[in-house]
Nanobody, 125 residues
Framework: QVQLVESGGGLVQAGGSLRLSCAASGSILSINAMGWYRQAPGKQRELVATITSGGTTNYADSVMGRFTISRDNAKNTVTLQMDSLKPEDTAVYYC???????????????????WGKGTLVTVSS
């Protein structure tokens, strides 16, 4: 069983900063990619940023230069530093972990596409 738990959301004024964290727990041997997605009211969930175990990052154009994703492979955590926040960044932010090597007794298996429950980020104008 793998669980992802986000923290760090809240209310901030435009131009401010927030830091989101996500911790993956369970019998995890490794995680290929971790990332953040968001869903604004009335809109589809969209990619914000991802990072591989090797440190390769990918950002949505809308957050490039303002958000920074990082991870700690040893602790199975991923962090999203959000600066210069805009009202349009308001959304529920979800942590995602993809292709997880999970230990089960003497063996292991690969699990796909795990999600946290989300944390709300509200940016006021």
């Amino acid at each position: 069983q793998v669980q992802l738990v986000e923290s760090g959301g809240g209310l901030v004024q435009a131009g401010g900063s927030l830091r989101l964290s996500c911790a993956a727990s369970g019998s995890i041997l490794s995680i290929n990619a971790m990332g953040w997605y968001r869903q604004a009211p009335g809109k589809q969930r969209e990619l914000v940023a991802t990072i591989t175990s090797g440190g390769t990052t990918n950002y949505a154009d809308s957050v490039m230069g303002r958000f920074t994703i990082s991870r700690d492979n040893a602790k199975n955590t991923v962090t999203l530093q959000m600066d210069s926040l805009k009202p349009e960044d308001t959304a529920v932010y979800y942590c995602n972990a993809d292709l997880i090597d999970i230990e089960v007794g003497p063996t292991h298996y690969y699990g796909w596409d795990y999600w946290g429950k989300g944390t709300l980020v509200t940016v006021s104008s």
